[in-house]
T-cell receptor
Framework: DAGVTQSPTHLIKTRGQHVTLRCSPISGHKSVSWYQQVLGQGPQFIFQYYEKEERGRGNFPDRFSARQFPNYSSELNVNALLLGDSALYLC??????????????FGPGTRLTVL | GQQLNQSPQSMFIQEGEDVSMNCTSSSIFNTWLWYKQDPGEGPVLLIALYKAGELTSNGRLTAQFGITRKDSFLNISASIPSDVGIYFCAGQLYNNDMRFGAGTRLTVKP
C-alpha cells in the first residue's frame, strides 16, 4: 500500500506570492495533519483536519489555511509568503479510533524555499 | 505554549556503544512519542508511551514515560551504522496536537 504522498517535492517562490501544497493520506485514513519543519528544528503543528472539518490549529497566522476534500486529501495554502516561511512542510495521516492517541504516519514533505 | 527540551543536540558514538537521550517539558502530555527522521523523509514512529511510568522496548530501543508525565528518555543499545539520523521526542495533547523537541542528531562511527 502507498504511504502518505505529498506534492510537489520542492517549490521555490518569492516573497508575497501564494502557495498551495497537496497531501494524499494513506488509504482508509480520514485525518490529516500539517506540520512546518524549519531547518534544524522539530516539526511544528499547523492544522489537523478530520472528516473535512478543522479539529485543531497551532500558533500560525491567518495567512495559513487548509482544507480537506471528500476523498480525505488535503491542501495547505499560504498567502503573502515571507522569507521565514521557508521550511519543510510535512503532512501526516491517521486512522482515528476514538482513543486518546492515533498514530500519525508522515509523508516525505514539500521543501518550500521563499526568496 | 508547551516547549519540549531535548538533549543532547548531537552525539558522536562508536558502533556498538549505547546511546541515551531525553526530553523534558514544563507541561503534562497524555502521550510521549519517539520518532526518527532520515534525510529527505518524514519522521517515522519508533515508540509510543501511553501511561506515566510506562517502560517500553522495541528491539534495541527502550523508552520510558516519566512518572510526572513531563519527561521521557530513549535508550538505544549496541548502536549500528543504520541508527544514524535525527531522533525527535514528541508530546501529544488530547486533541492530537503534537509538540516536538528540536531533535538529537546521532552519528555512529564504524
Amino acid at each position: 500500500d502507498a504511504g502518505v504522498t505529498q506534492s510537489p517535492t520542492h517549490l521555490i517562490k518569492t516573497r508575497g506570492q501564494h502557495v498551495t501544497l497537496r497531501c494524499s493520506p494513506i488509504s482508509g485514513h480520514k485525518s490529516v495533519s500539517w506540520y512546518q519543519q524549519v531547518l534544524g528544528q522539530g516539526p511544528q503543528f499547523i492544522f489537523q483536519y478530520y472528516e473535512k472539518e478543522e479539529r485543531g490549529r497551532g500558533n500560525f497566522p491567518d495567512r495559513f489555511s487548509a482544507r480537506q476534500f471528500p476523498n480525505y486529501s488535503s491542501e495547505l495554502n499560504v498567502n503573502a509568503l515571507l522569507l521565514g516561511d521557508s521550511a519543510l512542510y510535512l503532512c501526516a495521516s491517521s486512522l482515528p479510533t476514538g482513543g486518546s492517541y492515533n498514530e500519525q504516519f508522515f509523508g516525505p514533505g514539500t521543501r518550500l524555499t521563499v526568496l | 505554549g508547551q516547549q519540549l527540551n531535548q538533549s543532547p543536540q548531537s552525539m558522536f558514538i562508536q558502533e556498538g556503544e549505547d546511546v541515551s537521550m531525553n526530553c523534558t517539558s514544563s507541561s503534562i502530555f497524555n502521550t510521549w512519542l519517539w520518532y526518527k527522521q532520515d534525510p529527505g523523509e518524514g519522521p517515522v514512529l519508533l515508540i509510543a508511551l501511553y501511561k506515566a511510568g510506562e517502560l517500553t522496548s522495541n528491539g534495541r530501543l527502550t523508552a520510558q514515560f516519566g512518572i510526572t508525565r513531563k519527561d521521557s528518555f530513549l535508550n538505544i543499545s549496541a548502536s549500528i551504522p543504520s541508527d544514524v539520523g535525527i531522533y525527535f521526542c514528541a508530546g501529544q495533547l488530547y486533541n492530537n496536537d503534537m509538540r516536538f523537541g528540536a531533535g538529537t542528531r546521532l552519528t555512529v562511527k564504524p
